[in-house]
């Protein structure tokens, strides 16, 4: 392998430019990232950034070591793949097109947008949260649509800085998404404590020029819209390449891409927010669009792409900081069948397991970082538990577990 192309320009792409040269790879070397910035973590963006609390979040790359090619500024247009698995290709891009031996996709996600020709900002990009930074001030009616992460998130710090915040969203309870709605209702509270006007089950119809124009014809008037609904991956420079496209890139659990004819390419792998990995430890493929996924999953992507055997199995994490309160998920829950609450949410520090019988599947914490690190452990394990024990705050994880099936 003598050439490999980076497509994209966030952490997933420079860990995976970081693991190749790690792993001895010594041939050309090319990155090509759509923003003009070097790449950069994007968590702290709803958070310090936008609080001003950090202008700048580069990832610390040595790129003269790394003796990359980086293509700031500039974006895939296309992917021709030569026929056969192994074979290489041409990807097409706004600086010409560039032919590869090994191909890695890391094009990442955007963010879904509203209809309407009202302006909507949204936070996905570190311009995106400093130009929204510098709109956040006393007085200023905010209106967010969506109670999920993001939209905590930017409330928390609105409303830190004097905003009037309003939150809209169109389930019954914030996080009813990502956690369930019983769990996301324990959240509401949080909202009123921040002086932050919570309103479930609207449902928007467009974002105007003043406001928002809602479903059952009532309006909300704002000065700035924030529009936190979720993202897609990034792949339409992906049509007509052949590459299997379900949601995300269709790959295996080495992040080998599949063709059009049902046969992977061992020359391409997707990796971060735009793959859709095969798990065998929950038997299901995969969409993680989180920090820790971008971080760890290239180096398995890297390897794969070197001719090495790996596999991705690692437990999906993700952590919010929203309204003075740390709130970790580990796991993955949609195939438990029982939830087991562990504390009172009216104490300080409270959290919720999910079991697969007597099998940990997932745990979600607020304020209480131990359970999360036990917890993650015992996931990854597959350990078995008693969920009375579980249930139990002042039993600590670790101590729950059955030391056999059963007992």
Same mark, same amino acid.
């Given at each position: ?55 700048? &979040? &580069? ?32 990807? $097409?891009? &706004?600086?010409?097109? #560039? ?7 890391? /094009?990442?996600?955007?963010?879904? /947008?509203? +209809? ?62 990502? =956690?369930?709605?019983?769990?996301? *209702? ?44 979720? =993202? ?12 299997? =496209?379900? *949601? ?116 979600? /914490?607020? *304020?209480? +970082? ?10 990854? $394990? ?14 600590? #994880? ?10």
């Amino acid at each position: 392998m003598n050439s490999v192309v980076v497509v994209g320009g966030g952490l997933a792409g420079v860990r995976a430019v970081e693991a190749l040269r790690g792993k001895g790879y010594q041939g050309e070397l090319t990155l090509v990232a759509e923003e003009r910035h070097r790449p950069y973590d994007r968590p702290p963006l709803s958070k310090a950034v936008l609080a001003g609390e950090r202008d700048d &979040t &580069t990832v610390d790359a040595d790129w003269n070591a790394l003796d990359v090619r980086l293509l700031l500024g500039e974006r895939a247009t296309a992917l021709r793949p030569d026929p056969g698995p192994g074979s290489g290709g041409t990807v $097409a891009t &706004t600086a010409g097109d #560039l032919r590869f031996d090994g191909l890695v996709i890391a /094009t990442g996600a955007a963010p879904v /947008t509203l +209809p309407g020709d009202g302006a909507q900002r949204v936070v996905r990009t570190i311009d995106d949260a400093r130009v929204l930074r510098e709109r956040l001030a006393p007085g200023v009616r905010l209106v967010i649509v969506g109670a999920g992460w993001i939209g905590a998130e930017v409330a928390t710090t609105a409303a830190a800085k004097g905003c009037a915040v309003t939150v809209v969203e169109a389930a019954g309870a914030p996080l009813a998404n990502a =956690v369930g709605p019983e769990i996301g *209702r324990l959240t509401v509270p949080w909202y009123a404590e921040a002086g932050v006007e919570l309103r479930t089950g609207v449902k928007v119809a467009a974002v105007e020029p003043g406001g928002l124009a809602l479903a059952d014809g009532d309006r909300i008037p704002a000065d700035e819209v924030v529009v936190g609904v979720g =993202v897609r991956p990034a792949l339409d420079w992906l049509e007509g390449s052949g590459l299997l =496209v379900e *949601r995300g890139v269709v790959t295996d659990a080495s992040f080998r891409v599949t063709d059009g004819d049902g046969a992977l390419r061992p020359d391409i792998v997707a990796v971060g927010d735009c793959a859709a990995w095969w798990s065998r430890r929950y038997g299901r493929r995969l969409l993680v669009e989180h920090w820790d996924t971008a971080l760890n999953a290239p180096d398995v992507a890297a390897a794969t792409l070197l001719g090495e055997e790996a596999e991705y199995d690692a437990v999906p994490y993700f952590w919010s900081e929203q309204f003075g309160r740390m709130v970790q998920y580990a796991g993955h829950h949609p195939a438990a069948d029982r939830m087991v609450r562990r504390g009172d949410p009216a104490d300080k520090g409270w959290g919720v397991c999910w079991l697969a019988g007597d099998r940990l599947e997932a745990v979600l /914490t607020v *304020r209480r +970082p131990r359970d999360l690190v036990q917890a993650r452990r015992l996931i990854a $394990a597959g350990a078995r538990v008693d969920p009375e024990a579980v249930a139990d705050p002042d039993v600590p #994880l670790r101590d729950a577990v059955r030391t056999t099936a059963g007992s």
